[in-house]
């Protein structure tokens, strides 16, 4: 498996922002079939079609026709089949089995939100959408409706498996599902992805999974929709200060990351701490943004009160054991990059600290920022300065790139010619003094927290 890091994450959130294309290599692993089990399955019955009506989901503008698409937002399109349908994952095609009074429709749809991103889109599975006449025999049935989407975006990019999966998947189930039961349609899942989730997907559903690639029998459901609702990051910025509805539920979210990898915290017995736990996030191994002085930040840290855990996450890196760690901690610090998609695990309260490396700004504020704020952290910037950044070696500080990063970006776009040295070129060197007033501030709320929470 090729490993993508963070530098994916950035440029692809870069490009959503200012609405450019990507081109990144995906990794080819083979499909394991698997499903969650629980309770109260739906694992389907083998039985005849049974027709019944079905309430319409709230995902479109009431257009005639059992096929209804919202093809209206940037990031995602989202269909819903409003009756019984039947589901051939031989030609991932569903089929609208009930009485057809309209024009027979055809709709064709990429369930993954990220529609703006040609590139990546290329390897998403399309799904068909079809009435008429002419389907398969029904095989599988089932009392609750389908939900399909796909997650075959970027290989192991934690940041991505997030918000453009999970946190879009919840979304979607509390805005479109909120009264019904519902079965996930997997398509593009890989081996390590249905491993390293398992239990966060169990958090969303009592029913086995079906994932698509892997079945050969036909499903029939009372109704389904495909496509996924994500959150509208791009529309938050200094010119569109609307705010956003769908980060409301970051906080909901958070609880449920709580249930799914905290069950079991409460019980076990750990001894108080009598200074603030911070988490230093470093980058050993990866392209760019790495800390130049890592040990020197550690001992600064110990010096201001701070117990310091490096945390260097990797793809093998236990979910349960991320959690634990972050949720004990009262402080996180890291430079921009996907392992800081673990703030998401910090308790409410918490202080969380971005290094932001020069040229990163905005990149910044959309990925982090924004949501840290909704979710109520106490949340700090560290924007280096020219003499901390590796790029002063590399360009003459009266290049444009060192000068006035913003208009540099503003005539290039995110292209090779600004990835490379933003993202991959540029290393950290703090200054240490700079940065130990930072982490004095950081030290007074992270100890007032750990006072009232723990």
Known sequence: MKKHGSTTLILSVALLVLFLVTQIKVSQIFKLLAAIYSTR?????????????????????????????????????????????????????????????STPQMEKIQPYPRKWDRFRMSNIKEINLISGPSNPPCIVQHTASALAFSVGGYDGDFFTDFYDEFIPLFITINSVFSTRDYVLVISNAHDWWMWKYADLLQSFTKHPIIYLDDQKTTHCFPSAT?????????????????PLPNLKTILPFHALLQKTYGQNQNSISTPLK??????????????????????????????????????????????????????????MIGIHGAALT???????????????????????EVCFG?????????????????????????????????????????????????????????????????????????????????????
């Open 342 to 364: 673990h703030f998401l695990f910090l308790r409410p309260g918490s202080v969380f600290m971005q290094v932001v490396p020069i040229g990163t700004q905005l990149l910044s």
């Open 370 to 454: 924004i949501l840290a704020r909704e979710m109520r952290l106490e949340y700090m910037e560290y924007k280096i300065g020219v003499g901390e950044s590796s790029l002063v070696e590399k360009y003459e500080k009266e290049d444009m790139i060192i000068k006035d990063p913003e208009a540099f970006l503003e005539k290039k776009g995110w292209s090779s010619e600004t990835v490379e040295p933003y993202l991959k070129k540029q290393n950290v060197r703090f200054d240490l003094v700079r940065l130990r007033k930072h982490l004095k501030k950081a030290f007074v709320k992270a100890k007032a927290f750990m006072e009232r929470e723990g």
């Open 274 to 331: 009598s200074r603030p736990q911070l988490v230093l996030a470093g980058r050993k191994g990866a392209i760019g943004r790495q800390i130049m002085n890592q040990a020197e930040v550690k001992k600064v840290a110990e010096e201001e009160g701070f117990d310091v855990i490096e945390f260097e996450p990797k793809y093998a890196t236990s979910m349960r054991k991320a959690y634990e760690l972050m949720s004990s901690s009262h402080a």
């Open 226 to 242: 495909i496509g996924l609702i994500s959150l509208d990051l791009m529309a938050k910025n200094p010119k569109n200060p609307k």
């Open 41 to 101: 399955r739906d694992q389907g019955t083998i039985l005849p079609i049974s027709l019944g009506p079905q309430a319409r989901a709230n995902v479109g503008p009431a257009l005639s026709g059992p096929i209804i698409c919202n093809r209206s937002h940037l990031s995602y399109d989202i269909c819903s089949i409003n009756g019984p349908t039947l589901l051939d994952p031989n030609v991932s095609t569903f089929y609208v089995t009930g009485p057809i009074d």
